[in-house]
């Protein structure tokens, strides 16, 4: 989904300071549970609902329903979806109130290219949305086709959360990540349940600050393609895809305002584009990883089912490039039990989903849909 034109590569890059490098594991499966889906970006569920709903960058909704994939789509925005490269239908989020009002939220990429937030409402069938529902949330105007970001989620104090790339190109050309005056480059937060369409939550961190949105909860994000919120510990984790050296995944308190994870100063842990610059007030990743270990990452969740007891509150990410899978703990502000999984091949990994038991899912670019589970994980020790 992330372009994988890279302009250098670093050879033999240290991990993240602070963050140990992953042990080899194994013990980890991927199970089928869906084939033959036009490229899968997303997966999610709704509480008490044995459903899956899996997002087709084409512009539909699927529904994986008593393990068979539904031949009728839930939801088809192709015939206002451009899709292709990083544009498309990027994720669907459901109202924290669905079972009474049959609100969900999408973000996707219309024909002119520019970012859509709309909402839309069930019909009478559960298994169909209505297409004729749209309500219009947010637009937000896109100058290259790359850097959409993508993902819309409710956060655990049901406003919602939309993670905005820097508008493409590369570099980060106009300086989006660090004005506070575009939506771009941005994390935003929403009070959907107030105003038409949304009101600014008033704990946002700019609002009523001449020359700043108040829509932004968070700045200085290059492409933050998939995030997270693990309540039980209240963290928020973006998996921020980098430049041309780093990858990065933040790890911190969800609910911390006004954070700036400095791009286009910094490119992970490090200045971006000289040898000194200013890190001062600025969030420094928990893990990062050189483009000799990958080129694209791609966030999950942070595991609370019941299949993998040994695994619980590991935080599972992946490359889109290299194909490995990745999970850690974060404990006391530190990483620990930082782990890569072998024996498994997931292919180039799109996205991560979690279903109504916290059980996870990966999503691949060719077609398919995997949960995954294990057996009783065994780590390699170093001798």
């Given amino acids: 989904m992330r372009s994988l034109v890279l302009l250098f590569l670093s050879l033999s890059l240290p991990p993240a300071r602070g963050a140990p490098a992953p042990t080899p594991a194994t013990g980890l499966t991927l199970e089928r549970v869906a084939i033959g889906l036009s490229d899968p970006l997303y997966v999610t569920a709704l509480p008490d609902d044995s459903r899956l709903f899996v997002v087709e960058q084409s512009g539909r909704i699927r529904i994986v329903k008593a393990g068979r994939l539904l031949p009728a789509p839930f939801l088809d925005l192709t015939d206002r979806v451009r899709s292709g490269g990083e ?104 009070d959907v349940d107030r105003g038409d369409p949304y009101a600014l939550p008033r704990d946002n961190p700019f609002v009523g600050r001449a020359g700043m949105r108040g829509e932004i909860w968070a700045y200085g994000l290059r492409n933050p393609w998939r ?43 490090h200045c971006y584009r000289s040898r000194d610059c200013d890190r001062s007030g600025r969030v420094a990743p928990l893990v990062e990883y050189g483009h000799d270990d990958g080129c694209s990452v791609t966030g999950g969740f942070v595991y609370r089912g019941r299949r993998m007891p040994d695994l619980v509150g590991h935080y599972f990410y992946a490359d889109y490039c290299h194909g490995w899978i990745r999970s850690f703990k974060f404990e006391n502000g530190i990483v620990t039990d930082h782990r890569e999984w072998r024996g498994i091949a997931a292919g180039q990994v799109t996205s991560f989903g979690q279903d109504a038991s916290g059980e996870l899912y990966v999503c691949a670019s060719d077609g398919t849909v995997h949960r995954l589970g294990s057996a009783r994980p065994h780590v390699s020790r170093a001798r």
Avoid at 241 to 267: F, H, T
Wanted: proline share 5%; with cysteine.
């Fill in 87 to 190: 544009q498309g239908l990027l994720s669907v989020a459901f109202h924290p109130r669905y079972a009474a009002n049959g609100f969900l939220y999408v973000n996707y990429t219309d024909r002119r290219g520019d970012t859509q937030v709309v909402r839309f409402t069930v019909s009478r069938d559960p298994d169909r949305a209505d297409p004729a529902s749209a309500k219009l949330i947010l637009t937000v105007e896109q100058p290259f086709s790359n850097h959409n970001g993508g993902l819309v989620m409710f956060g655990p104090d049901s406003m919602l959360y939309v993670g905005m790339g820097d508008g493409g190109s590369g570099g980060d050309p106009y300086g989006n990540g660090q004005n506070r005056a575009t939506l771009l480059g941005k994390m935003l937060r929403l």
């Fill in 227 to 269: 995030f997270c919120f693990d309540p039980p510990a209240g963290t928020l984790y973006i998996a921020d895809v980098g430049q041309n050296l780093w990858e990065e995944i933040d790890v911190v308190k969800a609910d911390r305002a006004g954070l700036d994870y400095g791009w286009n100063v910094m490119e992970g842990d």
